[in-house]
C-alpha cells in the first residue's frame, strides 16, 4: 500500500495492471512471425534462428539494433506528447526526413563555425520538425481542421520535396550514391560499442526520455497538456488556455522527429540519402501505441521494434526471407495494440 | 389473482452490476394488470430502471421469472420484448433528428415493396394513421429535429405504438415536460389504458403518483417494498416508503438581510447565435448581490444553460454588458473569467467539472494551477497536502491519487464542491448542483449553499428543479424564452405555486420586472 | 486548344474511377461512424490479387473475383480487429495499409522472385465498351464512349449505392448507426453489424479500384496506389458524404491528375513534384474546407 504510493508520486504509476495486454501482443506479433518463417521459408529453422538470434549474437548486431532504436525513441516520444494532449501527429515520416536533411545541410554549410556549428545544425533539425508539425496544429487551432490528415499530406509533399532536393540541387557530385554531401568529420558524434554503428546520440535518445517525463508530470505546462488531453471541456472551464495546446504539443513532437532524424544523420548516416529512414514515423507511431504514451514505457517498445527490424534484416541476410516481413508483424501488433479487449484483460474497475 | 389474468408477473428479479457489486435488484416481485396504469417509484438509484430494463430486454436477470400474459417468458434481447408487446419509452430521447418522424418510427420495422425497396409513401400513412389515432400534433414528414421536447416524446410513444405494443414502460417521461405537455402526455397515457393498453410509469414525483396511477410499486435501495391501490395510501406514505423516512427539503435558512453590494450584474444582455433565429439570451438585466442566493428557473432550453455558459466564460456575450463588483468583465474568456475569481460548479460534473482519468488532486488543482506552481515547476507536495486536507473537510471516499472516474457521482460533485468552494473570493455560480445525486450528497450541498450566502458570498443558483429553487433561493428570476418573465421578492418567493411558476415558465404570464 | 481540353476531360473521366470506386465503398463505412483510413491498403491487395488471379487464371473476370474475395477478406479482418476486439479504427486502417505493403511485396518476392515490379506479359488490359448509343454524337464520343468497362460500372456502383443507402432499410439503419447509434441500440439492433458490412463493402470497391490500376498497367509496382486511397477519403468529404457530390469531387481530382500529366509533358517540372500535387491539392482543399465550415459555426 505504501510501495504504490511513492512511486505515484513521481508519476510513475504502477505498470503491472496493463501490462498483461502488452505482453500478450507481443506474444501474438511473435507467433505470427515463426508462422511467416514456416509458411514461407525452405528452412523455417534457420530462418527463425536468425531472427531471433541474429540481433543478439554480437557486439555488433547488438549495437547496431541499439542504435536502430534511437529514432524510435524520439518519434515515440514525440508521438507521446502529442496523444497525450489529444492531438494525432501523423506527419513523422517528413518531420524525421526534413529534421534530417536540414540539419545535414546545416552542419556542412556551418563547418566553419566549429562545434558551434554542428550543434545549430542539430537544432535546426528540431526547429525544421517543429515548424511541420505546428503547422498542422496551427491550421487545427485556428479552423479546427484534422491535424491527423494535414500532418499526414504535408508530410507526404516534405518526402517527395526533399527527395528531389537530394536527387538534384544537393547531390553530392562525387559519388554514385543518390545523397547529400557528408557532414565534417569533427560535428560526427562518437562510436560508443565498436565494431557496430553506436553513437553517443543513444544517451541523448535517454536523456530525451527523462526529460520529457519530467515536462509532464513535473511541471505546469505539463500538466495543462495533460488536462487539454484527458478532458478539453475541463481544460477549458479550469482556465487553461486550450487552443495553445493545440498547437504547442504538435511542436514538441514534430521537433522530437526532427531531432531524431538529425541524430541519425550525426551518429550514423553522415550524409542524406534519398529515402533513408523510410518507414520510420509510422515505426514511432507503433512504438508510442505499445508504450501507451508513456515516456518511460517508450525505450523498451523501440528496443522490441528495433529488434523486430534487426531480426528481419538478420534473417533476409542469412536465409530465404524478405526483410518486408517485418512490416507484417507490426502490422500485427498495430491491429492489436489499441484493442480495448486487450486493454482490459485481467483488470477490473471498482466504483467507492 | 392468478398470474393469467395479469398483463406482466415477474418474480425474484436479481440483478448485479459487477463493477459495482450492488445489487441493483434484489428479489423483485411485480405484478401489472391489463388495463391499468402502474407507477414504479422510488428515489434516484432504487433500481427501477434497472427492473424496467429487464423487463425490456436490455438487460439480462441473474435470476428471477417473467410472465406475460400468464406464460412464462424469456426475454433476452429487446426484439424478443417488442414481440412480446412490450415497449419502452426512454428517459433520453432516442431519436435521429436528421430524420423524420415516420423515418423514425418505422426504423427497424421497415414496410418495404419487393423485399428490399423502402416503401416511404406506406411508412408516412401508417405513422400518420397511428398519430391520427392518437391525436398527436405531429405529422410523419416533420423532421425530428424541429420538434419540441413534448413532441419527440410523443414520437416515442408513436413508435411503440406502431408495434402493436400491450404493455408500454415509460422511463420518467415528465423530467423534461412542463405542467401543460404533461397533462397532455397524462390524457394520452388515459386514453392509453383505457384502449386495454397496460402502463408502467417510472417516476419518483409524488403530484404524479397521485395523479395518474391506479397502484403504484415502491423500490428502495433495490428490494420492493410493496405494491399499493393508490387511493388508499397517503404521499406521506409513498415518500416514508421510497425514503426510509420522512422526507421534506427542510431547508434551514436564516433570514434573507436587506441586499447590500451588486456582485454581479447583467446590463441589456443579448447572446445570439449565427443560425438561431430568435436570440438564446435577449434584454437579459440583473444584479447578484452579497448575502444572497439568487436562484435561475426556467424549463430546459429557455436559456438557463446559455446563462450558465455566459457566467463560465464559455459563451461570448453579443451586446450588452457584464459587469463584476464595478468592473467590466464583458469580454471574457474562460481564462480571463477564472483570473478574474470565478467560482463555478458545472451541471454538468462530468464532460465538464471533472478530468475522470486525471486524480483527485488533479481535478482540485486546475484552477488554482499558478498557486502550486514555482517557476514553471509543479509543487506535487503542496499538492497533495492540499488534496489530502479538502478529502478530510468534504469528507469525500477516495484518496488523493485516485482516478476521478472511480469515485461515485456524489463524491465527485464533493470533489468538484471543494475545488470551487475552496478558490471562492466573492460569488459562486452553481448549476444543477443536486442532479443525479441520492438525499445524503443533496443535503449536503444544500447545507454548503446556506452557509456560503451567510459568508455573504453572492450564490447564483440555476436549476431546473423547481423545489430546490423554491426552497434555496432569496430571489428567484424566470427566464422563459431567454429573457426574464419574473422576478420574485423573498415575500413572493415564499408564497409562489408551482402553478404560477409554470405559468411564468412557459411564457403565459409576465411579471413586470421592476426591481433589478 | 479545345482538343487538350477534351483530351483532359476524358482521361479525367479515366482517372478518376478508381478514387470513385473506392469513395464509394468508403462511404458506407463513413456513413456508419467509422472513418476507414484502409482504402489505400485495401485497394493495393485488390491491385495485386486482380492481377496475380488473371494471370493464373487467363481471365480478366476470374481474376477479379479473386482480387474481390483478396480484399474483402482482409476487410472483414479490419472489421472484426475494430469492431469486435474494440480498436481504434484510425490504427487499425493504418495497420491494414501496413499489412498490404508488407504482404505484397512478400507473395511478390516468393511467388515471382522478385520484390520490384512485376511484369505479367500474358495479362491484356481491361475491354474497352464502344456504346452503340454515344458512338455517333461528336463531343459526347470522344469524352464518354469507348472506356474500359470498369468505368461504366463505376457509375452503375454508385447509382446502385444511392439506391441502398436511403431506399432500403440497410441503408437507413446504416446511416441511422453513423448519426446516432444509441437509437439503433434501443430498438435492438446492432450498429456494429452494419458497420462490419459496411467494411465489406468498401473491401469489394477497393479491390475493383485497385484492378483497374494493376489490369490497365499489365504489371504490379509497389506502392501502386501511391496516396490514391487517402485521395478517395478527402473525396468522400468534399463531395458532403453524398452520392452526387463524390461524383464531382472525383471528377476534380481527376482533372487535376491528369492536368498535371498534361502539363508534365508541355512543361518539364520533377516528376517528384508532379508527384506531390494531388497531396498538396488535398491539403489545400482540406484546410479551405475547415476555414469554410468553422466561419459557418462560429460559436461553441
Known sequence: ?????????????????????????????????????????????????????????????????????????????????????????????????????AATIAAISWSSWGLLGGIAA????????????????????????????????????????????????????????????????????????????????FYGALIAVLLVHVYLYHTKSGYELRMVGLNTMFARYGGINALWYRVWPMMLSGALYGLGGAVAIFGTYYTSMREFLLGMGYNGLAVALIARFRPAMVIPAALFFAYIESGARSAMMHSDVTFEIASIVQAVVFFLVTSKVFQTIGTHRRRS | MTDVDLAVAMHGVVKIYPETQLHANDQVDLTLRKGEILCLAGENGAGKTTLMKVLYGMERPDSGTISVGGIERTITSVMDANALGIGMVQQHVMLIDDFTVAQNVVLGKEPKRFGMHLDVPRSQHLVNEVIKAHRFSIDAADKVASLAVGQKQQVEIVKMLYRDVDILILDEPTAVLTEQETEALFSTLRALANQGKSLILITHKLREIRAISDRVAIMRQGKMVGEYETATITEQDISRMMMGQSVSLDVVKPPYHRKKRPIITFKDVFVVKRNQP??????????????????FAGVGGNGLGVLEAVL????????????????????RGTRRARSDGLAYVPADRLKVGSALYATVAENLIVASREQFTRFGWLQRRKIEKHADALIGTYNIRAQAFSPIGTLSGGNIQKVVLAREIDRLQDFIVFSEPTWGLDVASSRFVYDKIISLRDRGAAVILISSNLDEILALSDRVAVL????????????????????????YMLGMNQQEVRDV | MSEALITILRSSLAIMTPLLLAATGGLFTELSGMLNIALEGLMLIGAFASIVGTALTGNPLFGILIGISGTVAVAALLGFVTLYLKSNVFITGLATNLFASGITVVLAFHLFGNKGVVVFETVQSLPRWDLPLLRDIPIISDLFNHHHVLVYLSWILLILASWVLYRTPFGMRLRAAGLHEKTLISLGLQPKRYRFIAFLISGLSCALAGAILSLNLGAFVPNITSGKGWIALVVIFLGHRRPLGLFFAALLF???????????????????????????????????????????????
Open chain 1, 1 to 101: 500500500m505504501y510501495e504504490p504510493q511513492r512511486l505515484r508520486r513521481y508519476g510513475i504509476q504502477p505498470v503491472l495492471r496493463n501490462s498483461l495486454g502488452s505482453a500478450l501482443i507481443v506474444a501474438i506479433a511473435l507467433f505470427f512471425l515463426v508462422l511467416l518463417a514456416v509458411l514461407l521459408s525452405d528452412t523455417p529453422g534457420t530462418t527463425l534462428r536468425y531472427f531471433f538470434l541474429g540481433p543478439l549474437q554480437n557486439t555488433y548486431s547488438f549495437g547496431n539494433m541499439l542504435n536502430a532504436a534511437i529514432p524510435l525513441i524520439f518519434g515515440g516520444l514525440g508521438i507521446s506528447l502529442a496523444m497525450r494532449a489529444g492531438s494525432f501527429n501523423l506527419g513523422g515520416e517528413g518531420q524525421l526526413y526534413g529534421g534530417a536533411f
Open chain 1, 122 to 201: 542539430v537544432v535546426v533539425g528540431a526547429l525544421v520538425g517543429g515548424v511541420l508539425a505546428g503547422f498542422s496544429g496551427l491550421l487545427r487551432m485556428k479552423w479546427n481542421t484534422n491535424e491527423l490528415i494535414t500532418s499526414f499530406l504535408l508530410s507526404n509533399v516534405v518526402v517527395l520535396i526533399i527527395n528531389y532536393l537530394i536527387a538534384g540541387p544537393y547531390q553530392d557530385p562525387e559519388t554514385n550514391l543518390i545523397a547529400t554531401r557528408s557532414i565534417p568529420e569533427f560535428m560526427r558524434f562518437t562510436r560508443i560499442l565498436e565494431p557496430s554503428n553506436l553513437s553517443t546520440g
Open chain 2, 278 to 295: 430568435r436570440p438564446l439570451l435577449s434584454h437579459l438585466s440583473f444584479s447578484a448581490y452579497t448575502g444572497e442566493v439568487l436562484g
Open chain 2, 312 to 331: 463560465g466564460g464559455f459563451l461570448p456575450v453579443s451586446t450588452g454588458a457584464v459587469f463584476h463588483d464595478g468592473k467590466d468583465i464583458t469580454l
Open chain 2, 480 to 503: 422563459c424564452r431567454g429573457s426574464i418573465s419574473a422576478l420574485l421578492s423573498p415575500e413572493q418567493v415564499a408564497q409562489v405555486t408551482k402553478e404560477e411558476m409554470g405559468s
Open chain 3, 254 to 300: 481527376g482533372f487535376a491528375d491528369a492536368f498535371s500529366n498534361y502539363a508534365q509533358g508541355l512543361w518539364n517540372i520533377p516528376a517528384d513534384f508532379i508527384l506531390a500535387i494531388p497531396y498538396l491539392f488535398t491539403l489545400l482543399v482540406m484546410i479551405l474546407l475547415s476555414v469554410y465550415t468553422s466561419r459557418k459555426s462560429k460559436f461553441d
